[in-house]
């Protein structure tokens, strides 16, 4: 024992401050824990088992109401139970009766315009089936709202023009039941983890059509114009993916084996369709064939819809899809829709037929339908162009990293929309082909077939997926799925080369990422060289901070790749110049090698490597590549001056290459560098078949100075509602300009939809501002109507940028602040206060 000194007053104070900060850190710790409890997200209790359900459905147009008569089937999962709580949102409720095989009782309720919580005739154990019924009326419309980036609104049945009084816009129901919003149409228990039978009896007009899950089993005509549909469903599956769909469809009719297929398309547009969905009977078979799982379900539906509130939705055996797919015949023929075709498609094994039990895991449904993306892409159009769907995703979710670094599977969100992010979706995605990367196709492919047959017609969470990879392989894959799955972030790698020895290049690795907030990466990383005209590879294990890695490759070599197939999801960088990325483009196999080569030396702006690669690039076997450098010639046409051969190159591709947005692309440089050489060519290629080659064309011509383009042309193609027909048609009439248009301005912007009606707005807009004498209030009122409406966030930020075109009108800004008002998405509410309150400083 040793004597000590007694403290000094400074010492004491000191002492007593950090016992304050240690309290202080101990208090937010405690309750940071505590929040973390609060906030988790856990898998539904179950304390029913829904086993069926009943529904017989009209529906009042005019009140955009539902009026159900509902019989539910249920059980107690386990414990004995004497209430049953029931999701209904927005409903008026009639007597609820239990039923069944005892004598119809009057059962007690509470209602808080959300859930019914029924009060049971003493208690039920689950060896006890009871069945309830009642009527109601749903109010879809009732407290509706924003929803997420994926699915924009909550409504879960949307009317859609139900007094048929938008000229051109026909009149129909869709429904839309993601996440937890079927419960608006009817009663349920309304989450992921429930799973029932159905059979939906649908009251509709006989002029419309009806399409639900599962077969039609049986109609009946009702007189007075009416029908009523029998839709049943004998396997059972989530109530989200519950849908209906009626209205006056065209249907296209195909089918693989013994499973029809039906596309579902407004009339006139059959032709279209066919070509759209054409691919879906060897999909079906491909990814049945690739899971070793057939098809599960009796039938398969794609109906597209007006105003729908997502890209797509994978309700069992009847997905819906956005008007972006409405087509005719000639705009189907560069329709580049497969990738959302088989996103919906291969939900109906991931998602439908095994479901997430909760929207934490909501990555077990939607990385494997991105994946298919590239699956499909793979098989179809090969390796290349799958590597470029694999790229357009790391981005993407690079993108929203800049400001969200979540976990992929999470139990701490604001909302279970807050998880259809890029983190869901795209990182998802990634991750699913790095694991097949690191398995293998035989392991992972046979892995994926044993967890869908485990949990057919069940609902998974994550460690059913890797426990299903480690039965097949025979390996531990904590380290894999903890540190993608269950962890946030990202690997940021940085890669040094030494060449000094040529035959044994050292290669120095480092981990930079934030380790306080990410892990350390166990990661494979594949390094490649070319030894003439052979591709040879290694591959290196990441697992610490920093590593060396002698490559032995024997044979001297001055330039390797990094991940040059890119197979991972990391942000890579080593020393480079253009002179390497110049060698790359030249040596790599690999298209998608090329195209970042090209890529980056488009970024650097480095002219003399460009000068000599451009004239490759245009002959690449890669369409992308070839477009890409298209695209660098657009912007500058002297290279075709000091280059020779390169303008007959991109005439000869113009022409002729095999795919049509080359085309478009080779015409639109020859347009920037010299239209009026090419006028002939121009009228020409202005009737192909293609609207993307014959909408350059257009464009072409109207760039043409020595030769102006005639009226009477214009006005032929002037009846055209392709957008790329009628941009050029309006950029000519108000170039000139060209008064006394203002009601064809209107009749196209009426007619045109998705990307084509964003796209006209600004030239619709301008229009207007020029000739205010031809309708100008009107058009501002449409627009105003479009910003305050529309459910696609993108259409509602052109409608305010096009509205801006009258800003000088107070007026006009006092209108827009007033819509301004209505708007729910916080980045568009931000956008608009931001311009307004310039507008209000200038005015």
Do not use: C
């Not at 478009?664 to 010299?674: S, T």
């Amino acid at each position: 024992m040793t004597e000590t000194e007694p403290e000094t007053e400074d010492e004491t104070s000191l002492t007593e401050e950090n016992e304050d900060l240690d309290s202080l850190a101990i208090l937010n710790l405690i309750a940071n824990k505590e929040n973390e409890i609060a906030d988790y997200r856990s898998s539904p209790k179950r304390d029913f088992d829904l086993l069926h359900t009943d529904l017989d459905l009209a529906f009042d147009w005019e009140r955009q109401a539902v009026i159900g008569h509902v019989k539910l089937t249920l059980r107690p999962f386990f414990k004995s139970q004497k209430e049953l709580v029931l999701d209904a949102q927005d409903f008026e409720l009639k007597e609820i009766k239990l039923v069944g095989n005892t004598t119809p009782t009057a059962l007690a309720y509470r209602y808080n315009e959300k859930q019914i919580t029924i009060y049971l005739p003493g208690e039920n154990s689950r060896r006890d089936t009871i069945q309830i019924e009642f009527d109601y009326t749903a109010f879809p419309e009732k407290n509706s709202g924003n929803g997420s980036a994926a699915i924009s609104d909550t409504k879960g049945l949307y009317f859609i023009d139900p007094f048929d009084t938008i000229p051109g816009k026909p009149t129909m129901i869709w429904t839309q039941g993601e996440t937890e919003h079927n419960s608006k149409w009817f009663p349920t228990i309304d989450k992921p983890n429930e799973r029932f039978t159905q059979l939906f009896k649908l009251i509709v007009p006989d002029s419309m059509i009806s399409i639900s899950n599962g077969e039609l089993v049986k109609q009946e005509n009702l007189g007075n114009g009416l029908r009523k549909d029998y839709w049943e469903m004998k396997l059972p599956h989530a109530p989200y993916l519950a849908a209906i769909a009626i209205g006056t469809f065209g249907k296209v009719e195909a089918r693989w084996k013994d499973i029809p297929l039906g596309y579902y398309v407004e009339k006139g547009y059959e032709k279209g369709a066919a070509k759209v969905f054409k691919n879906t009977p060897e999909m079906v078979g491909f990814f049945s064939d690739l899971l070793g799982v057939k098809y599960p379900w009796p039938k398969y539906d794609q109906i597209v819809v007006r105003d729908f509130v997502s890209g797509a939705m994978e309700n069992t055996t009847a997905s819906i899809f956005m008007e972006e797919l409405r087509l005719n015949e000639r705009e189907a023929i560069d329709s580049e829709w497969d990738y959302i075709v088989a996103h919906e498609l291969f939900h109906q094994w991931f998602g439908d037929y095994v479901t997430t039990e909760s929207w934490s895991n909501l990555t077990l449904n939607e990385a494997f339908a991105n994946y298919s993306e590239f699956l499909w892409s793979e098989y179809k159009y090969g390796p290349d162009e799958a590597k470029l769907k694999f790229v357009t995703e790391t981005e993407t979710y690079f993108q929203e990293s800049e400001s969200k670094q979540v976990d992929l599977i999470r139990f701490s969100y604001g909302d279970s929309e807050d998880m259809f992010d890029s983190h869901s979706y795209s990182k998802g995605g990634v991750i699913l082909h790095m694991l097949r990367e690191y398995l293998g196709d035989e392991v992972f492919f046979e892995g994926l077939n044993l967890y869908l047959k485990t949990h057919a017609l069940q609902s998974v969470e994550v460690h059913d997926l890797r426990l299903a990879f480690e039965k097949v392989g025979g390996e531990d894959l904590n380290w894999f799925f903890n540190q993608w799955f269950l962890d946030k972030g990202h690997p940021e790698l940085f890669f040094e080369v030494d060449y000094s020895q040529p035959e044994n290049v050292l290669i120095s690795a480092y981990q930079l990422q934030d380790l306080n907030k990410t892990p350390l990466f166990k990661l494979p990383v594949e390094i490649s060289w070319y030894e003439g005209e052979t591709r040879k590879s290694k591959t290196i294990m990441l697992e610490r901070a920093f590593q060396q890695f002698a490559l032995e490759n024997n044979t001297p070599v001055d330039q390797v790749y990094i991940d040059e197939a890119k197979d991972l999801l990391a942000k890579i960088s080593s020393e480079s110049s253009p002179e390497k990325m110049m060698k790359q483009f030249n040596e790599s196999k690999l298209g998608i090698a090329r195209y970042q080569a090209l890529d980056s030396l488009v970024a650097w702006e480095a002219k003399e490597e460009l000068f000599l690669v451009i004239p490759k690039a245009l002959d690449d076997t890669f369409w992308s590549v070839r477009e890409s450098a298209l695209a660098y010639l657009q912007g500058n046409p002297e290279i075709f001056g000091s280059n020779e051969g390169l303008e007959d190159k991109v005439y000869r591709i113009a022409e002729s290459d095999i795919r049509n947005s080359v085309k478009a692309g080779a015409i639109d440089v020859l347009a920037d560098f010299n239209p009026d050489k090419y006028h002939s060519s121009f009228l020409r290629m202005a009737n192909d078949s293609s609207y993307l080659v014959a909408g350059s064309a257009l464009m072409g011509l109207m760039t043409a100075s020595d030769q102006k383009v005639s009226p009477d042309l214009v006005e032929r193609f002037a009846v055209e509602d392709n957008f790329r027909m009628v941009i050029p048609v309006a950029d000519y009439y108000i170039t000139l300009p060209i008064a006394g248009k203002g009601d064809w301005f209107q009749e196209k912007i009426e007619k045109l939809s998705g990307e084509g009606f964003y796209f006209f707005l600004g030239y619709y807009s301008e229009y207007f501002s020029r000739f205010p004498e031809e309708g100008k209030e009107e058009a501002v009122e449409y627009l105003l109507g479009i910003m305050r409406n529309d459910s696609k966030n993108f259409i509602r930020l052109g409608a305010f940028q096009a509205l801006l075109g009258f800003s000088d009108d107070k007026e006009v800004v006092k209108k827009m602040t007033e819509t301004a008002g209505y708007e729910t998405d916080s980045d568009l509410k931000n956008y608009f206060s931001y311009f307004i309150e310039t507008l209000k400083d200038e005015n």
